[in-house]
Every structure is written in structure tokens, then in C-alpha cells.
């Protein structure tokens, strides 16, 4: 009896000394007791490796079958056939989707709103209701025949986040909240993360949407009213978040890319997000008969717009980064005809960099290219337009080492890397700092009916997720 408590208070003394294993894996016994009797925590912590003081890891556990079956039923709210799933904007399938997630957010005692636009915040009340909350989430809107994971990770795997937390018997300190995002994908009105640059503040976009239609001349808010929202258009400004509503914002989504899985690694921790911009070009030359009108003679539009094509890839490569690129997607010629030289051409860019200045630098030189190649080639520059132009995102340092702490807690395999597509959270870190986490998919496939994640890197990811969400939380 006596030599076990020698053993105990060596063990005890053993720890004071070694500050590393006491971060980790335990409290001191005294100031446990003390937070046990009060609920709070004692000691503000510094870092992000420290101890949770009511969380135990050992009970951080995942419910992934449950998880399985929620992304499979939510995948059956679609307008075409299983394996793949399309899910438009307020459409019949997209506001049943809605109702599901609504009736899962209240399930997990979390209280619901929803703002003009179809956002949806589920929220968990910390008990320090009135410091800025930590936010996650993502979107559950899917481009036509494509898969069940895309975003409805970052959403049904956050109400489990939630759910591992409250099973635990954590209580947070600011209050947690689960976001759905409305329509990442710009299928319906052409704009892409529509919900989160609201959030993030666009009196552009909310100006746009008032003029705003679908490919069937329905206007955006007489869609947004068929599925309950936006009953007074003026004010679509109430979407825009209040400074500082958010003192974190952590996404979790399939990467959608090879990386992960080709590696063997659970979790990508992104550090930056790369952010495109979009050109639309036009040439104006002569045309003429291709037999009839000789070579010396020609004002070719289509020569131009190859030639631009060329230019853009030299262009992109003069960066030196593997992080710049660019692609002509489309290249359309007038009158398209074999025996007639083109009259009109038709070119649209998209570039895109991690690095604002270097991808601006690109656009620029593109832009002196087609001015040269229209007047070397007798033609002329009849447009050359900006269309998009988001700035990238960096994720926040303090983001990025609770991400990194909560992977290394939990011994899971773990690599910093960027997101080359670009998600919610690029507009979120605008108004909040922001960290994102990936988990692998089946050989990078997304936005296709073979997009698949395994239930054990959902379970990886979730957990991460929740442990994150508690640090953030507590800081
Ligand atoms: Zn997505």
C-alpha cells in the first residue's frame, strides 16, 4: 500500500518536471478537482497542445455507421438516379435536403436559424454565450450527376463533431455553431459560394441579385421565395455577418484531388486556398473565303485567339511557381465553318494562384498579349473582361496549430498542403480567421457519381474536426 503511493506521488512529481507529458496527457490533479467542482476551466491555456480541461481524448469517439447512413440518405434528396446526385438551389429536392439537415441540427440540441438567403446556423450555447462563437460547415447543394460527399462531409460530419463533443461531456466556452452554406456551386444563377460572400459582405452580389436570373428567366428571388426565403428582397443586406460574429472558421471536406490517399495520410491541414479569376476575350478580324483571300492578306480572329491560348501558358509558366496556372476552357470560332476564316473568336481564361499579386501579374501580361496580337495581326481587341477576380486566402496561424495539435493528439498521420479548388471558406476568411481540413477520396474523384471517402477517414476527419472545435473554443 504504501510502496503504490511512493509510486504515485513519483509518477506525480515525474510529470511536474517533464512539462511536455503533462501538456498532453494530463491535468494537475489539484486544478482538476477544482474545475470539476466549478465547470470552468482554471487556467487560461497558451497554447494549442494543452490538455482539455472537461474533454478526456480516450472518449472522443465517431458514430461513422450513423454517419454513413445520414450521407446516404441525404444523397436519396436528388433529381437524378443513385450513384449520382444532383441537388440544384431551392429546388423541391434541395429544400427536403434543407428540412433534413434542420431536423438533424435540432436532434443534436442545437437551435436553428436560418437567414434570407437559406443559410442555416445550428447552434450550441457555450458558457461564455456572449464572446465570438467558432463556426464550421460547408454546403450540401451538388452540380448535376455528380457525388454524396462534396461538402456533405463538412456539414453532416460537423453535426457529428457536434455530437462527439456533447457525448463526451465537453462544454464550450464560446459557442460553437454548424453552417450550411446556400449554393457553393454556381449551377443555377452563376455564382459560385452565393451564401458565404453574402456572409463575407458583397454589396456587389447583393446589388447583382436583384436583376439576377436562371437559364429559365426565373428571377433569383422569386426561386429563393418558392423555397421559403427572402420574403422582403431589399433586404438582403440582414446576410451580411455582424464583425467579429466568428473568432475561428474550420471546414472539413474531401480534398477532391490524389493527394492524400496516393500518400497514405489522414489529414490535410490547408494553409492557403488558391482563388481563380476568370477573362472573357473577343477578336474581331475580317473573314473571307478560306481559298479566295491569300495568307498576306488575312485578319484571322482564330489565329489570334490560338495565339493568345499560347501566350497564356507562357505566361503562367514565366511565374516560376507550381502554384500558378491557367487554362483556355473554351475557344469558340465565327462562323465555324472549315472552308471560311474566322470573322470572330471567343476565348475564356481561368487562372489562378495562391499568390494575389503574381496571379494579377499573369492577368496583366495576358492583357498586353492580346493587345499585341491584335494589332500584329490586323484585328481588333473587341473585349477583353475581368469577369471574377477573388483574392486568395491564407488560413490563420492560430487555426492551423489547433488543427495541427488535435491531428498529432489523436496519432493521426497528418501534411500541411493548399486547396487548388476553392471552397466556402475562401469567403469566410474575409470576415473570420479561417482553417480548413481535408481527408482523402478515393483517387482525388469528386464532382462525378464515383466520388467516394471511406466511413473510417470520415470518422479520422470528424474527430479532428471536433477535437479543433473544442481548442478554438476554449481559447
Ligand atoms: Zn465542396
Not at 447583393?206 to 433569383?220: P, R
Not at 492580346?370 to 477583353?384: C, D, H, M, N, P
Not at 470528424?462 to 472545435?469: G, H, I, S
Request: contains cysteine; negative net charge.
Amino acid at each position: 500500500m504504501m510502496s503504490l503511493r511512493f509510486l504515485l506521488l513519483l509518477l506525480l512529481l515525474f510529470q511536474f518536471s517533464v512539462p511536455g507529458i503533462l501538456a498532453i496527457n494530463n491535468e494537475d490533479p489539484t486544478t482538476k478537482t477544482m474545475e470539476d467542482f466549478s465547470g470552468y476551466p482554471i487556467h487560461e491555456p497558451t497554447d494549442y497542445s494543452f490538455a482539455l480541461p472537461n474533454l478526456l481524448l480516450s472518449s472522443v469517439s465517431v458514430d461513422t455507421p450513423t454517419l454513413q447512413n445520414q450521407i446516404d440518405e441525404l444523397s436519396t434528396f436528388s433529381d437524378t438516379s443513385s450513384p449520382s446526385v444532383t441537388r440544384i438551389l431551392y429546388t423541391e429536392k434541395d429544400v427536403l435536403a434543407r428540412r433534413y439537415i434542420k431536423n438533424l441540427m435540432g436532434l443534436s440540441g442545437l437551435s436553428v436559424r436560418e437567414d434570407a438567403v437559406g443559410n442555416i446556423f445550428g447552434r450550441w450555447d457555450g458558457y461564455e454565450p456572449d464572446l465570438s462563437a467558432v463556426a464550421t460547415g460547408s454546403h450540401i447543394d451538388a452540380i448535376p450527376y455528380s457525388g454524396k460527399y462534396d461538402g456533405v462531409v463538412g456539414v453532416l460530419g460537423a453535426i457529428e463533431a457536434i455530437n462527439v463533443l456533447k457525448r463526451s461531456g465537453f462544454k464550450p466556452k464560446r459557442s460553437l455553431e454548424v453552417v450550411l452554406f446556400t449554393s457553393e456551386e454556381p449551377t443555377r444563377f452563376g455564382i459560385s459560394c452565393l451564401g458565404s460572400r453574402l456572409l463575407a459582405g458583397s454589396e456587389a452580389l447583393a446589388e447583382a441579385l436583384k436583376t439576377t436570373v436562371d437559364g429559365q428567366n426565373i428571377s433569383f428571388f422569386e426561386a429563393a421565395r418558392s423555397a421559403g426565403y427572402a420574403k422582403d428582397q431589399d433586404d438582403i443586406s440582414s446576410v451580411f455577418l455582424r464583425e467579429g460574429s466568428y473568432s475561428a472558421f474550420v471546414e472539413l471536406h474531401i480534398e477532391q484531388g490524389p493527394i492524400l490517399e496516393a500518400e497514405g495520410i489522414s489529414i490535410g491541414i490547408v494553409t492557403a486556398i488558391a482563388a481563380p479569376a476568370s477573362l472573357k476575350v473577343d477578336f474581331e478580324g475580317n473573314g473571307g473565303h478560306a481559298g479566295a483571300v491569300l495568307m498576306p492578306n488575312r485578319n484571322d480572329a482564330g489565329l489570334a485567339a490560338a495565339e493568345l491560348a499560347l501566350a497564356v501558358e507562357k505566361h503562367v509558366l514565366e511565374s516560376g511557381s507550381i502554384d500558378t496556372v491557367g487554362t483556355v476552357g473554351i475557344l469558340e470560332l465565327h462562323p465555324g465553318a472549315i472552308n471560311s476564316i474566322p470573322s470572330k473568336s471567343h476565348v475564356e481564361i481561368d487562372t489562378r494562384d495562391i499568390d494575389e499579386k503574381r496571379r494579377n501579374d499573369v492577368i496583366e501580361k495576358i492583357h498586353q498579349s492580346a493587345t499585341t496580337i491584335a494589332s500584329k495581326r490586323g484585328v481588333r481587341l473587341s473585349e477583353f473582361k475581368i469577369i471574377n477576380q477573388d483574392p486568395p486566402a491564407l488560413s490563420d496561424k492560430k487555426v492551423i496549430e489547433a488543427m495541427e495539435a488535435a491531428s498529432k493528439e489523436l496519432n493521426l498521420t497528418h501534411k500541411l498542403m493548399i486547396s487548388r479548388a476553392y471552397h466556402d471558406s475562401l469567403f469566410m476568411a474575409r470576415v473570420s480567421p479561417m482553417g480548413m481540413l481535408f481527408i482523402p477520396c478515393y483517387k482525388g474523384y469528386s464532382h462525378k457519381p464515383e466520388e467516394y471517402a471511406s466511413s473510417h477517414d470520415m470518422g479520422n476527419g470528424v474527430k479532428v474536426l471536433a477535437l479543433t472545435l473544442a481548442k478554438l473554443s476554449l481559447n
